[in-house]
């Protein structure tokens, strides 16, 4: 099902090319320069194959959402390859409304210093501060993520300003290549976070997995006015057709609660998953993380995902959303475009 198969040497290829995509948009000065910090602002330079090397070594693996140390050592021992910090996840932040902002540092600290994987914090859509703040704090991975309450409903982060990379939700073709245009070096398919309900994480994977198809098998004219459509150069467009997939990884997240979920996505396509509310929602989260684990990087043995599916039971299962309940305004994954 997967729609293709990358050497090392090629993917350090796209790394190049990815370079090459970022200094053609800097010729046409469509890389916004931001004001000067107290000359403490330095754009990062040399470091586009570091910032979008790191997420190809969380590929196959499942980053986990937590709010302490406790859930964090969890994650870990369950096999995580990163964790992801916030202030609550993503069930509580649709139950609780209000405005929800980045974890506290404090806390993001003590994970740091807790565990040995790589520690990830998600910031608000377009709140330059919170992610210079994030970077002068050294986290592995910064996630603009429309979970948190956007600070900017018109303008992502110019994330090329950055050392340290970025990931970001997208629900078709053209929010993916947007956000990589703007430097992010990760993309996660959105679904419905904190819903339980995986539905929408498998509607706009395959609608990325479509729209990469239709762009593959496009005559070049209509491959520039699909660049004009999407408000992308024609040069990263180009780079997508001919590699068939997005230059960078694209993992899965939203809704995903059981080991079934997280196989059926790698089916579909993600380079890995992100859960959170699927886990520590659940009453059995030790095991489940595990489980989840183990499905994730045994998916193409469906003998394995049994056994993985065998650990849990259905009955600790987080209580699931049917998306089609709630109310325009509870919807996260609609909160940027």
Known sequence: MRLYELSFSEVEDYFYKLAEVRDSLKDQGLLTEMPELKSNLKIAEGTTMV??????????????????????????????????????????????????????????????????????A????????????????????????????????????NKWLFKVPFVNGARSLAEALRRISEGASMIRTKGEPGTGNVSEAVRHMKLIN?????????????????????????????????????PIVNFAAGGIATPADAALMMWLGSDGLFVGSGIFKSEDPEVRARAIVMAASAWE?????????????????MMGIDIKSLPPEQLLQVRDT
Not at 220 to 235: F, G, I, L, P, T
């Open 51 to 120: 910032k979008h090397a790191f997420p190809i070594f969380q590929k196959g693996g499942v980053v986990m959402d937590v709010t302490n140390v406790k859930q964090a050592e969890i994650a870990e021992e369950g096999g995580a390859v990163s964790v992801m910090v916030l202030d609550k996840l993503p069930y509580d932040v649709r139950k609780m409304g209000g405005v929800a902002r980045m974890a506290d540092p404090k806390i993001i600290e003590e994970v740091m210093s807790s565990i040995t994987i790589p520690v990830m």
């Open 122 to 157: 998600k910031v608000r859509i377009g709140h330059f501060y919170e992610a210079k703040v994030l970077e002068a704090l050294d986290v592995d991975m910064i996630d603009e993520s429309e979970v948190l309450t956007p600070a900017d409903e018109t303008h992502h982060i």
């Open 210 to 246: 479509s729209e990469l198809r239709s762009l593959v098998s496009m005559s070049e004219e209509d491959r520039n006015m699909k660049a004009r459509e999407y408000q992308v150069s024609y040069q990263l467009l180009e780079l997508v057709a001919k590699l068939g997939r997005l």
């Open 301 to 317: 043995y469906p003998e394995v995902v049994l056994e993985a599916q065998k650990m849990i039971s259905e009955q600790k299962t």
